[in-house]
Nanobody, 123 residues
C-alpha cells in the first residue's frame, strides 16, 4: 500500500514536499512515479525515478521546479515542489512501476497507486 501525504494550500511561488510511504511491501526494487490530476482534466505524468535513484524523468511543465527523490531505507519517495504555480493545482498520486520496465511516463506501466494528496496553489 502506498500512502501519499504533504499536500495543502500554498501561495504561488511557494514550496511543498510530498511524501509517498509504502507499507506492507518494499519499494526498494521498484521504479516510482508521481502523477497528478487537475479538476476536469485527465491524470498526467509528473516525475519518475529509478529504483536506484540514479535516473529521473520529468514532465516539461515541472522541469527545473520539481525534484523527485527517494530514501530506500525509509521505503519512501519524495516530490519537492518549488516555485509553485496555479496550474500545479491537482491531486497528486504516487505509483510503483511494474517490475522490469524501467522508469516510464505511461500510467499503464504502474501497478500500485496511492490514494492521492491535494495540492492547491492560490494566485
Amino acid at each position: 500500500q502506498l500512502q501519499a501525504c504533504g499536500g495543502g494550500l500554498v501561495q504561488a511561488g511557494g514550496s511543498l514536499r510530498l511524501s509517498c510511504a509504502a507499507s506492507g511491501r518494499s519499494i526498494n526494487n521498484s521504479d516510482m512515479g508521481w502523477f497528478r490530476q487537475a479538476p476536469g482534466k485527465e491524470r498526467e505524468f509528473v516525475a519518475a525515478i529509478s529504483w536506484s535513484g540514479r535516473t529521473t524523468s520529468y514532465a516539461d511543465s515541472v522541469k527545473g521546479r520539481f525534484t523527485i527523490s527517494r530514501d530506500n531505507a525509509k521505503n519512501t519517495v519524495y516530490l519537492q515542489m518549488n516555485n509553485l504555480k496555479s496550474e500545479d493545482t491537482a491531486v497528486y498520486y504516487c505509483a510503483s512501476g511494474k517490475y522490469g520496465l524501467g522508469i516510464s511516463r505511461a500510467q499503464s506501466d504502474y501497478d500500485y497507486w496511492g490514494q492521492g494528496t491535494l495540492v492547491t496553489v492560490s494566485s
